[in-house]
């Protein structure tokens, strides 16, 4: 109960700086609200090799260890041989509401939004140990994290050559949302052979799947709300003065490429 009340308070400070800071700019009258609803796509295929790195070196330091602590193994011509896959996609949909002091031709404008998003990582694929004897130690799995957070974002724009018909703008900001996600895991085996026997053991585990909370919390970590920065680069098509048409993309604790339209009023 105490983490849900906290988490309410904190989306509420944000909500309420973000609401003065957003309407303290009515004084100025010539300013213009712009209303847009978008959708894109999420990704982490940029960087997915480091990643990947990062997870076979990780898996190489862990199993290792849990050999020699366990079985009391310590073999110097040990080969190990990483078979891993990892994947990321996702979508997000939003509405922002913006606000340009300058009015139409303003520059620069502040904006506050609302974002749904299916954030999905996939790991799968295989490990094996080998000493030089022969025996083996091999284990593999599929594993999907799918993250569905509703965020809060408050961010500032500028529009460069905003008196043109199609101009580029440059904006950042930073926002919160709620940490729901859902670890999903099946294949999970591991096999042994122990070559001084010739025999073989295989332990198979029944799918499964884990609330991201919960996880963190068994981990040891706080389940605070998730942090999330943005900046992004786009072109907005001024169709009328009322009608325009946007597409950016950036980093959003990933990269996105969205497009979207927008109404000014």
Not at 22 to 39: E, R, V
Not at 101 to 110: A, K, L, R
Not at 192 to 215: E, K, N, R, W
Request: hydrophobic share 40%; proline share 5%; glycine share 10%.
């Amino acid at each position: 109960m105490f983490k849900k009340i906290k988490w309410m308070v904190t989306i509420s400070i944000f909500l309420i700086i973000s609401t003065i800071f957003l309407f303290s700019q009515l004084a100025l009258a010539k300013g213009k609200w712009q209303i847009s609803p978008h959708y894109g796509s999420w990704s982490l295929r940029p960087v997915e090799s480091m990643i990947k790195d990062l997870v076979e070196d990780t898996l190489e330091s862990q199993f290792q260890g849990l050999i020699e602590e366990y079985l009391e193994i310590i073999d110097p011509d040990w080969g190990y041989t990483p078979d891993i896959h990892f994947g990321s996609g996702g979508t997000n949909l939003g509405l922002e509401v913006r606000f340009y002091p300058g009015g139409e031709d303003g520059s620069s404008s502040i904006g506050l939004a609302v974002e749904k998003s299916e954030l999905e990582l996939t790991l799968d694929g295989s490990i094996t140990f080998e000493l030089a004897d022969g025996s083996y130690v091999q284990g593999s799995a599929d594993t999907r994290l799918l993250l569905e957070p509703t965020s809060y974002h408050l961010s500032l724009r500028w529009d460069i050559k905003p008196s043109w018909r199609l101009h580029p703008y440059i904006g950042f900001g930073a926002g919160i949302g709620s940490l729901n996600g859902v670890l999903t895991y099946d294949d999970v085996s591991v096999e042994a052979y122990d070559a001084s026997t010739a025999t073989t053991v295989t332990v198979t585990y029944p799918p499964g799947q884990m609330d991201l909370a919960d996880l963190l919390e068994d981990a040891g970590y706080p389940t605070i709300p998730l942090p999330i920065l943005q900046l992004n680069l786009g072109f907005n098509f001024k169709i009328t003065n009322y009608l325009h048409v946007l597409f950016d993309a950036g980093i959003w604790n990933g990269f996105l490429v969205r497009g979207g339209v927008c109404l000014r009023v």
